[in-house]
């Protein structure tokens, strides 16, 4: 299993109605072929800056079959307006499993 792990600065002031978005959004990344389970967790510190962890079966799920899909192109719509800077995404795998 893949984490994927993205911080997210939201622009200021728009945290409310990135959460509806988020709301619509994750309902396309939930039904991806590969995808297993999701949290969106909001900074105690920071307003406006959330984390998101997302379990995949594989990369290729997450960077191929998500990334490349029309779902994402949705997505996309609902979510990247938000962002400034746009994140970054990486990838972790169990110590165990390297």
């Keep these: 299993m893949i984490l994927e792990v993205a911080i997210l600065n939201i622009k200021e002031g728009l945290s409310a109605e990135f ?6 959004a994750e309902k396309i990344i939930s039904s991806m072929k590969g995808y297993v389970s999701h949290q969106l967790k909001k900074c105690v510190e920071q307003d406006d800056k959330y984390i998101l962890l997302v379990n995949w079966e594989t990369i290729e799920d997450h960077e191929i079959g998500f990334r490349q899909s029309e779902e994402y192109l949705e997505w996309k719509a609902l979510l990247h307006h938000f962002y400034e800077p746009f994140p970054t995404v990486e990838h972790y795998k169990l110590v165990e499993e390297l």
Excluded: G
Excluded at 19 to 24: A, T
């Design 19 to 24: 959460e509806i978005n988020f709301k619509k």
